[in-house]
């Protein structure tokens, strides 16, 4: 079992960037396809971005592509949102998800561990 640990949330104005960073542990982390989800205030948690395990393809939301870059590195178990032209709208947790499998498709859903969450909030 994958144990998922969020970083890199915090304060920022609109325009500004971000990077998130998502460490796993406890599994082989190029045997996971991973995602990022978000949760703002009274919402449903929400897809935001998907990599499949060798880190090839990707899918993006709508509202965040062309912002926000997903990334991984297998060698540090690591996965990474890169963050920018932030919104206000862009407030919220941010998940890192993993999914099991060496799937060809991102995927934005079928994920089984989560994260506690990294909160991202941003101001106007």
């Known amino acids: 079992q994958v144990q998922l640990v969020e970083s890199g949330g915090g304060l920022v104005q609109a325009g500004g960037s971000l990077r998130l960073s998502c460490a796993a542990s406890g599994g082989t982390f190029s045997s996971y396809g991973m995602g990022w989800f978000r949760q703002a205030p009274g919402k449903e948690r929400e897809f935001v971005a998907a990599i499949t395990w060798i880190g090839i393809n990707t899918d993006y939301a709508d509202s965040v592509k062309g912002r926000f870059t997903i990334s991984r590195n297998n060698a540090k178990n690591t996965l990474y949102l890169e963050m920018n032209s932030l919104k206000p709208d862009d407030t919220a947790v941010y998940y890192c998800?993993?999914?099991?499998?060496?799937?060809?498709?991102?995927?934005?859903?079928?994920?089984?561990?989560w994260g506690q969450g990294t909160q991202v909030t941003v101001s106007s």
């Open positions: 998800a993993a999914r099991k499998g060496r799937l060809t498709s991102p995927g934005r859903d079928g994920y089984d561990y």
